[in-house]
């Protein structure tokens, strides 16, 4: 290290968590209802609420949420679902799950999202689905994805993981990801994200016959809900006519959620300016290349990455950053590339190879200061030189 700079220490997130997560987590505990119940629901309301959803329902994590979304959607064996093989590997998983095949499109480079001009060669008559990703909070382009979608008559799903209080510009209105503007969006509270409520996960849409059914298949497939038999006074016998699965948000995990979501605005007000303030700063360094916002999209910036000069390597890079203090982790890894994807014939998804092969994400959480951004920076520059 030859700056005369005082080393930092900088992770590369951290939650913002404190006093109020603490002290609602109280409530449930000292009430004795710790699972599903009134946490949850108002849990649920203030997250349809927020996104403008219709319906939102709380499930243990975004990877239960995907799940019921394809089980609901109705993604059975031998089918195919359209999405990106450049996202977290539960986004391909959860087809697996389905025992259906996912049909790997590629990505644009200056967004890390699918490209909607992929889509169409790779429908067939298979197709069930198709399950975009706003990745790492960055909306991607939901209006030419509808378009095909529609044309075809396939559903769609957002994985919006990693986007809550990202905005999208929508018929001249800036709305909230998850409204929902595809049929089906599913989130996560993983601390990764930018709130949190340990582990977590939420699914909203607009109809109710899905909601139904997520509801049912998050309980054992139980046809009355823990609220409805709480409260009857007639003795009720539930019944489980289709097989469902434990995918229940504790409302310990909900009442801390409802607090996240308070600060929500709050966090993505922070993030969107140490997004603008990396934009400035990065932009003085010669060959690097920087994440682009399109005008119809406001990200949260879940992740802020950058792209390497082709003659530096990676992990070199990466290493120099280490060792002056400053954690980051490279792009977003292919699933087609893990040992469950792998196929003789290979894939041609060469923007998700390079993006995986290219990109470094930086360090950003909302307490970090601009004196700790800048650190990162100089950093950055000096490895880099
Ligand atoms: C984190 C993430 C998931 C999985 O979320 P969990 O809550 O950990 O199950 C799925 N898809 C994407 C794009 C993610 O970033």
Same mark, same amino acid.
């Given at each position: 290290?030859?700056?005369?700079? %005082? ?6 997130? !951290? ?10 987590? !109280? ?145 001249? %209105? ?18 990764? %994200? ?67 979501? %308070? ?7 922070? !993030? !969107? ?113």
């Amino acid at each position: 290290m030859t700056t005369a700079a %005082k080393q930092m220490t900088i992770p590369l997130t !951290r939650p913002l968590v404190g006093e109020a997560e603490a002290e609602a987590s !109280r409530r449930p505990i000292m009430s004795g209802w710790l699972t599903q119940g009134p946490e949850v629901a108002a849990f649920e309301q203030e997250f349809a609420a927020y996104t403008g959803a219709t319906y939102a329902t709380a499930v243990s994590n975004c990877t239960t949420a995907l799940h019921l979304a394809l089980l609901t959607l109705g993604v059975a064996p031998g089918d195919e679902v359209i999405t990106v093989s450049h996202s977290y590997v539960a986004t391909a998983n959860v087809v697996r799950y389905c025992h259906a095949t996912p049909v790997f499109v590629d990505i644009e480079p200056a967004t890390s999202n699918l490209d909607p001009t992929k889509i169409a060669a790779a429908i067939t008559p298979q197709t069930r689905a198709i399950l975009c990703v706003h990745q790492m909070g960055m909306p991607c382009d939901l209006a030419a994805i509808l378009t095909i979608a529609q044309e075809h008559g396939v559903p769609v799903i957002e994985d919006a993981a990693c986007a809550s209080g990202s905005e999208i510009l929508w018929q001249g %209105k800036w709305q909230k990801i998850g409204q929902a503007h595809g049929d089906i969006a599913c989130f996560s509270f993983h601390p990764r %994200k930018v709130i949190t409520t340990g582990d977590g996960g939420m699914i909203t849409t607009n109809n109710p016959e899905y909601n139904a059914q997520f509801r049912l298949l998050r309980q054992h497939g139980m046809s009355v809900n823990d609220r409805v038999r709480h409260s009857a006074n007639q003795v009720i016998f539930e019944e489980h006519a289709v097989i469902g699965y434990n995918y229940r948000m504790t409302d310990v995990q909900a009442a801390i959620g409802r607090e996240q979501l %308070k600060r929500l605005p709050t966090i993505v007000a922070a !993030r !969107r300016r140490l997004g603008a303030r990396y934009q400035q700063l990065l932009a003085a360094i010669p060959g690097l290349t920087l994440p682009h916002e399109p005008s119809w999209a406001r990200t949260n910036w879940q992740s802020f990455w950058v792209r390497l000069p082709d003659h530096l390597d990676q992990r070199e890079v990466m290493q120099g950053m280490l060792d002056r203090g400053v954690a980051t982790r490279r792009g977003i890894m292919c699933a087609h590339r893990e040992k469950p994807y792998q196929r003789d014939d290979g894939y041609d998804l060469p923007e998700s190879e390079r993006a995986q092969d290219r990109n470094i994400i930086l360090p950003m959480y909302p307490q970090m200061t601009d004196e700790e951004q800048e650190y990162v920076v100089a950093m950055l520059t000096e490895v880099l030189l």
